[in-house]
């Protein structure tokens, strides 16, 4: 019994650690909204170094690189 309590809170923090360390992701755009993922250099978000376009009809085009430095705009469509 004490094995496995240990087993699963050494899971759990073992999760959390890889949840909180990962890169910034950016939402998924709603069904009939357009929405614009800008993504940035760095914290100050001065430099954007890509950006990801989603249109109402699910197209989606991208020019630059991913970062973890991202702002996230929606409106509907």
């Known amino acids: 019994m004490i094995r496995r309590l240990l087993f699963a809170t050494v ?15 950016a939402r998924a755009c709603k069904y009939n909204y357009t929405c614009v993922t800008v993504f940035y250099s760095d914290s100050t978000h001065t430099t954007v170094v890509g950006e990801k376009y ?20 929606e409106s509907p469509c």
């Open 54 to 73: 989603e249109d109402c009809v699910g197209e989606v085009d991208m020019w630059g690189v991913r970062s973890g430095y991202i702002e996230f705009y």
């Open 11 to 25: 899971l759990a923090l073992a999760a959390v650690t890889t949840v909180a360390t990962g890169p910034a992701q």
